[in-house]
């Protein structure tokens, strides 16, 4: 390794000791989480994002989170009729998209409690909610539960954290290595 190789090495080991994670908000998100540096430690920026609403830059391959309000979630639950495909049918297929990552949630932002009151703006019955909840946990997509927004942005700010850490680590490993493999006969 060169020792113009070995500076690059070392900048990218710098560069990671400033850095933060970055979550990604899909650009079809109508109403965003709010993330704020000083308050969760991470930025956000808006992405297109293929399946699910949320990622983390850098692990997109890894992690993905789908967001729903207690009235998005209902409407999901709502099968199509004969002549329109319902809401239900493309979610079930958003969820087996969904379930491809090592890292997914559904994140439902709202309570148990107005779940089970039936207060989300529709008429279906909560025991239908919670059973078609139930269904999805147990194909592959668990469910993570917050009560509000900022809860969802606190629980999502300690998620990109987690897979951060880990990219991080990755891309710190490969510069270790890169740097262990120059040895001084290179040089002269």
């Known amino acids: 390794m060169t020792d113009q190789r ?3 090495a070392l900048q990218r080991l ?3 000791a400033d850095a933060c994670p970055v979550v990604l908000i899909d650009t079809r998100e109508q109403a965003p989480l709010r993330f704020d540096r000083e308050a969760h430690g991470v930025l956000s920026a808006v992405a297109t994002i293929r399946t699910g609403d ?4 850098g692990c997109e391959d890894l992690i993905r989170i789908e967001r729903k309000s207690l009235p998005d979630l209902a409407a999901c639950c709502c099968a199509g009729s004969k002549t329109a495909e319902g809401e239900r049918e493309r979610f079930e297929r958003e969820l087996t998209d969904l379930a491809q990552f090592r890292l997914r949630w559904l994140l439902i932002v709202g309570s148990w409690q107005d779940l089970r009151a ?11 909610v919670e059973a078609s909840l139930a ?5 592959r997509v668990p469910v993570k539960q917050v009560d509000t ?4 942005s606190d629980w999502l700010a300690r998620i990109a954290w987690g897979c951060w850490q880990e990219h991080v680590a990755h891309r710190a490993n490969r510069a270790l290595r ?6 001084p006969s290179e040089n002269g």
Do not use: C, D, F, M
């Open 118 to 128: 039936g207060n989300y703006g529709s008429r279906i019955n909560p025991a239908s």
């Open 14 to 16: 710098s560069n990671l």
């Open 54 to 57: 949320y990622s983390v830059a």
């Open 135 to 139: 269904a999805w946990n147990a194909a």
């Open 149 to 152: 927004p900022a809860q969802a």
């Open 178 to 183: 890169a740097w262990e493999q120059w040895t």
């Open 6 to 8: 070995k500076s690059h």
